[in-house]
């Protein structure tokens, strides 16, 4: 991330709460596989994010998922789909749409199926939260200028505490990814290590 300093005003503080959820956004093949045009540069995000998920099972603590899907003819991508005329490959049960293996939900961790960037967005994810008494969403996942800005925004907008945990997001761009951390930061999240995540869902004990 960028050193620059943050303007007066901004990057102001979040405390995490004692009932986080962890959150994986939309860790799918289409990211990672060399022929997608989402592919990213490298897998370092789901090496990093699959260490998060043993820290957050081993305490007992909630773990969801998003995936992006369509129907026929991706009707309900509306113009996000005329706009990124690629999402037309996540159209049904595509193998680009399937988990990542490291990563893949457990028989009893909820699967979000979402057609936008926000996993908020025409979701039950944050009546899903709140059901649990969630008070912060760990986030992870791709790729950082889109589907985690905008479901880390969506997040403190619906009360929650984001927290965006730096090595377990990715983005197609160095820079791009770097400069979404940084306004995440001062604006919108708290940007942490994976050290400091995996310290965090540590110390929390069983949530049940």
Do not use: N, W
Request: proline letters at 8%; charged letters at 20%; hydrophobic letters at 45%.
């Amino acid at each position: 991330m960028t050193d620059l300093p943050f303007a007066d005003g901004f990057a102001g503080s979040l405390t995490p709460g004692a009932r986080p959820a962890v959150l994986v956004v939309d860790m799918m093949r289409a990211y990672f596989e060399p022929e997608s045009p989402f592919c990213l540069p490298d897998d370092g995000c789901v090496r990093a994010a699959s260490e998060v998920l043993v820290a957050a099972r081993a305490e007992g603590v909630p773990v969801l998922h998003t995936l992006v899907r369509y129907g026929p003819d991706a009707v309900d991508g509306g113009v996000f789909v005329r706009k990124v005329p690629a999402l037309r490959l996540l159209i049904g049960e595509s193998e680009l749409g399937q988990p990542m293996p490291a990563v893949a939900p457990l028989p009893r961790e909820p699967v979000v199926v979402k057609q936008y960037a926000s996993a908020f967005f025409g979701t039950s994810l944050a009546s899903t939260l709140q059901s649990l008494r969630i008070d912060t969403v760990v986030i992870l996942g791709v790729s950082t200028s889109g589907c985690i800005r905008a479901t880390a925004v969506d997040a403190l907008q619906h009360g929650f505490v984001p927290l965006v945990v730096r090595e377990a997001v990715g983005d197609r761009e160095p820079a791009v990814h770097d400069a979404s951390l940084y306004d995440l930061q001062a604006k919108y999240a708290e940007v942490i290590s994976l050290t400091d995540t995996t310290a965090y869902l540590s110390g929390l004990g069983d949530l049940a």
